[in-house]
């Protein structure tokens, strides 16, 4: 499984971005999917998950109301729409992927939870 985080890039607090997340995989659907990010200096960390089918959602509370998690299915890609960025969004954003049954709508906020990372992308918002 690879996977192939792009999107990122230098904006003003209060501003948009859309990352895109794109698995070359069989069976795109039978992975659970989540965001991760990793700021200067500091450990990684959740920011959200996405169940297989894309049911269910499930946010860091420091990101919640402001970011949404998406998935097609039929494009292999996983989205992250981050909204009213703040200059603490900023981090190098992780794609990550983990298999699961076909009746599973699990979905993982730990990092040791996931099998395959993407390599990131940088996000940096100004103040």
């Known amino acids: 499984v690879q996977l192939q985080a792009s999107g990122g890039g230098l904006l003003q607090a209060g501003g948009s971005l859309r990352l895109s997340c794109a698995a070359s995989?069989?069976?795109?659907?039978?992975?659970?999917m989540g965001w991760f990010r990793q700021a200067p200096g500091k450990e990684r960390e959740f920011v959200a998950a996405?169940?297989?089918?894309?049911?269910?959602?499930f946010y860091a509370e420091s990101v919640k109301g402001r970011f949404t998690i998406s998935r097609d299915n039929a494009e292999n890609t996983v989205y992250l729409q981050m909204n009213s960025l703040k200059p603490e969004d900023t981090a190098v954003y992780y794609c990550?992927?983990?298999?699961?049954?076909?009746?599973?709508?699990?979905?993982?906020?730990?990092?040791?939870?996931?099998?395959?990372w993407g390599q990131g992308t940088l996000v940096t918002v100004s103040s």
């Open positions: 995989v069989r069976s795109f659907s039978g992975y659970a």
């Open positions: 990550a992927a983990r298999p699961v049954g076909w009746l599973s709508e699990s979905y993982y906020s730990g990092i040791s939870e996931y099998n395959y």
């Open positions: 996405i169940s297989r089918s894309g049911g269910i959602t």
